[in-house]
């Protein structure tokens, strides 16, 4: 069967984009640099985008591009004979289907506040009541379990149109809506009265802040951004490697993914700093900013019921992005194994995926006493745990080796592909870095990851 391919190059970036920058860009991040104090850390955070981040992005795309197929057969196609890296496919495929156990269910969320935030719900409401709204939310799984339904049925929908016609034209609009959604956001928050305070605080570096807030803190939670933002580790960016030709170098576009994943995040940051600080909000307040918080902002600014739309509109476009592109990875996986039609693939995952969210939805409400991990733990967090701090990090390590190491596909053979076609080449020095430095850095942060969970 011919295997589809990307009709542009734009489609292409604006794809893998949307599959990088998804929650973990403007949600997670604000909250993070909110917390470690602002600009500083924004500038550590972006350092170590460009030494952890783009690398193995660059290797996820060349294995993708060389085997065309999914993380399901390319270890299969490029290993040596004799050799196992092809074990790692249960560790892609877990992976991508234990992201989407949970992201459906956040994704339904931004859809059920969308609609909360058009129809006036918050209007009138004091800050009890706003944090109120988000906890009877949380306290019925039957609409929790519509809302995500309806989040993959949707999704899946778009993927089961194809390649071209469903993921690529549809993610294309999604993704410039979103753009110009953030643009028109960030315009409004920067130009409220009080704004200043937050500029400042975001762009504006303070070295101090980071002495502050423990140096190697901030230095860690600056890796782990700058590494889980991307989404690797997975097969989730490699798949698009297998939709396009050999016609450019896959550093070059490497970069301008993570550029594109990079100007979201900051963006995000221009829209929610100078909105907290107008209106004398903290924002490092964690996970509930976007949902406590920020609806008391919009409750207090003029015309706040369609900003806080727009603003949950934009949302959902960022969590759609990402649940497309991993949803096109979980078809491809099925298609690639058992040679199944597209439309098959659909309908059985349609239902997979949804069962198998139903444990984040219930972690909330009738399994709420299921903690994993102490008090005010749930499903979600053993989920989230299972995938950013095990899956991601060990799989990109997996990436990392087979791309240089002898005994797996091998630093010529990545090079090869990575610098076939116009472009960026990837730095042939880099060679020592991306074999022997980086794989440390990786393991560093999955075990530091583990002793600040646990220790």
Same mark, same amino acid.
Do not use: H
């Given at each position: 069967m011919q295997r589809e391919k990307f009709s542009s190059r734009l489609g292409f970036i604006l794809i893998s984009a949307g599959c990088a920058i998804g929650l973990g860009n403007v949600w997670r991040f604000p909250y993070i640099v909110g917390k470690y104090g602002g600009a500083a850390f924004v500038l550590i955070y972006l350092a170590f985008l460009l030494i952890l981040g783009l690398p193995i992005m660059v290797m996820e795309f060349s294995v993708g591009r060389a085997s065309k197929v999914s993380a399901a057969l390319s270890f299969d196609r490029l290993e040596p004979k004799g050799t196992k890296w092809h074990w790692y496919k249960y560790g892609a495929?877990?992976?991508n289907y234990l992201l989407m156990m949970f992201y459906t269910t &956040? /994704?339904?969320w931004m859809v059920q506040?969308? &609609? $909360?935030?058009?129809?006036?719900e918050f209007e009138g409401k004091?800050? /009890?009541a706003v944090a109120g709204v988000f906890s009877d939310m949380l306290a019925k799984p039957g609409a929790m379990t519509f809302f995500m339904i309806i989040v993959v049925v949707g999704c899946f929908a778009i993927c089961g149109m194809g390649l071209q016609n469903g993921v690529e034209k549809i993610t294309k609009v999604m993704m410039l809506l979103l753009l110009a959604l953030m643009v028109i956001l960030a315009a409004r928050s920067v130009t409220l009265d009080g704004a200043s305070e937050g500029l400042r605080f975001y762009l504006a570096p303070d070295f101090h802040k980071v002495v502050e807030y423990g140096l190697f803190d901030t230095i860690f939670a600056a890796m782990g951004q700058a590494f889980f933002t991307l989404s690797l580790g997975i097969g989730a960016i490699a798949i698009f490697g297998s939709y396009i030709d050999k016609s450019r170098s896959l550093t070059g576009e490497a970069?301008?993914?993570t550029l594109l994943d990079t100007f979201v995040a900051l963006i995000a940051g221009l829209i929610i700093f100078p909105s907290c600080f107008a209106y004398g909000v903290d924002p490092g307040e964690g996970p509930s900013l976007i949902f406590i918080t920020l609806p008391n902002v919009f409750n207090s600014m003029a015309g706040g019921r369609i900003w806080g739309a727009l603003f949950?509109?934009?949302?959902?476009?960022?969590a759609a992005s990402t649940v497309i592109a991993v949803f096109e990875n979980i078809l491809s996986f099925a298609i690639d194994l058992t040679g199944c039609s597209r439309k098959k693939a659909v309908i059985v995952n349609i239902v997979v995926v949804a069962v198998l969210s139903m444990p984040c939805v219930l972690g909330f409400n009738v399994w709420s006493g299921f903690m994993p991990f102490g008090k005010g733990s749930g499903v979600l967090d053993l989920e989230d745990f299972l995938v950013s701090n095990n899956l991601l990090p060990l799989g990109s390590l997996i990436y990392l080796l087979f791309c240089t190491s002898r005994y797996g596909w091998g630093w010529k053979n990545f090079l090869k592909e990575a610098d076939t076609g116009e472009g960026l080449k990837?730095? $042939?020095? /880099? $060679?020592?870095?991306?074999?022997?430095i980086l794989p440390l850095i990786v393991l560093f942060i999955f075990v530091q990851g583990y002793i600040s969970k646990f220790m």
């Open positions: 495929m877990a992976g &956040i /994704a339904g506040y969308f &609609i $909360k935030m058009a129809t006036g004091d800050t /009890a970069v301008l993914v949950f509109l934009f949302m959902i476009f960022a990837f730095p $042939k020095w /880099a $060679k020592f870095y991306v074999s022997y």
